[in-house]
């Protein structure tokens, strides 16, 4: 999920603050297959039942294909918010927020007990990219 997203989201669903110094992860990926649409109503559905585990096992990716993307936003207090993205194939369009939602505590703890810790990326003031390692770095 790129600036032109993120900036979409003026503030954390979450907490209110601005999005700059929380940190994102793509938790989980599918490619949209109009042929076979069980897979994505199931993406769906593990993602309406917190199956968490079931969800990130979920990491489809094909560069000719749209695709669904679904992104955890991580407050200092470790509550997340997750975002779902409609990631276009094609060139000239962008990617599109469906959906946003902010979990409880007891969830939010559920699904990060499940997250690697390296696996978030702070996001940086101008809402670009910076890894963890390099965040550290003057």
């Known amino acids: 999920m790129g600036a032109s997203v993120l900036s979409k989201l003026e503030k954390c669903p979450g907490c209110g603050d601005t999005i700059a110094d929380h940190s994102v992860s793509l938790l989980a990926s599918m490619v949209i297959v109009r042929e076979d649409k069980r897979r994505l109503h199931a ?7 917190r199956r968490w585990t079931e969800l990130l096992a979920s ?5 000719g294909e749209d695709e669904v993307e679904l992104y955890g936003i991580r407050c200092n207090g470790d509550r997340v918010t997750l975002v779902v993205v409609r990631s276009p194939f094609e060139l000239l369009a962008s990617d599109e927020i469906i959906g946003v939602e902010v979990l409880t505590q007891e969830e939010s703890r559920d699904l990060l007990a499940l997250v690697d ?8 003031r101008d809402y670009g990219w910076v890894r963890n390692a390099e965040r550290d770095v003057d």
């Open 43 to 49: 993406f769906f559905d593990a993602l309406k039942c």
């Open 117 to 124: 810790e390296e696996k978030w990326k702070a996001v940086a």
């Open 59 to 63: 990491q489809d990716w094909e560069g």
